[in-house]
């Protein structure tokens, strides 16, 4: 495993929020920053199914357009068969109308203008697969409310724009493979965004958002989720449910600690931490509260194997059972619910660095070793750990 102390590349708000701070992550940037060809047209037939990347091309880019004119996109029969428009770093005030005629396009390129609204012109695309509008004016009211009907969109960058939040429109779009939102004005991350079930690459640094929801974990190909840059205190232990994750950019957030199970990200090959707290100061002060009398009760009923059936009890108690949680200490076989004690153990890394990892224990007890020969144990797991995770990961980026 390489730790690096060198600043990478991430997203800060002002700068180009597609630079992406993981290396392993610049696969995906290739898909997202589509090559700009400077011939007028690819070899290649429409209809053919060939991927965006082939076809006739047309650029028109930096040439200060602030209209589209059918004429500039040629005769007819050309584009008919256009694939690929690039029309990036002009002064385009909203998506020319000679847009919306182009059926076979696969690729459009309207970054660096002054776009307010994508309006219904985009819907006239029914074969695009890529839509790059990064650095514009759009917010959450300036896609059109049955963008869904965009069914081949696999890559959408709208990076550098103003959005607030993630419009209802855009989680729509059931087939996404790559999102980015880097450098926008995105206060938190709904709860819906678990219905976008292909994403693999997701970009959100650069923003103002607080907290991760746990629905982020439904995403079961999530494989490059990009965070630096916001004001994250914490992350959910689902997270380490997303098993396809192999990079994890937190740099520049607010985090004091990670979840202990965020060792059983197997394929997590590069975890990025550098300028959060955990690396110079830890949490010391935990406070347990104490359990309810609905938490006594149902810890005795799953601690003591009580059995129940579905008859039994009213629907919210029999969902508040299954909600149990196992203490992780080896010599308690206890559960807990919503009341649980906080503990902090640290795992080294390389030798150098030591990650702050949070257990959740059923009781103060718990926190405290019961006899040497559990010390022993408990500190052995932690190395193990440490060292299973240590061989998995390439990167850790925390200096």
Known sequence: MEV??????????????DETPAEGAQEWAGVMEEET?????DPGAPGDGSESSEGPALDLSRLGLHSL???LLGPAERRKALRRLLLPYNRLPALPQAVGGLRELRLLDVSGNALAELGPELLGLPQLRTLLAKNNRLHEDSLPKELGLLRRLEVLNLSGNRFTCIPGALLQLKGLRSLSLGGNRLKSIPAEIEGLG???FLYLGGNFISSIPPELANLSHLSYLVLCDNKIQSVPPQLAQVHSLRSLSLHNNLLTYL???ILSLVHLQELSLRGNPLVVRFVRDLIYAPPSLLELAGRTIKSRNISYAPHDLPDNLLHYLNLASKCPNPKCAGVYFDSCVRQ???????GKYRLPLMHYLCSPECSSPCSSSYTSQSESDSEDEASAAARRMQKVLLG
């Open 4 to 17: 690096r102390g060198t600043e990478t590349p991430g997203g800060e708000p002002g700068q180009d929020p």
């Open 37 to 41: 060809p400077r011939t007028s047209e």
């Open 69 to 71: 004119s059918p004429e």
């Open 198 to 200: 292909s994403l693999e």
């Open 259 to 261: 979840p202990r199970e």
């Open 344 to 350: 902090i153990k640290f795992v080294d890394f390389c």
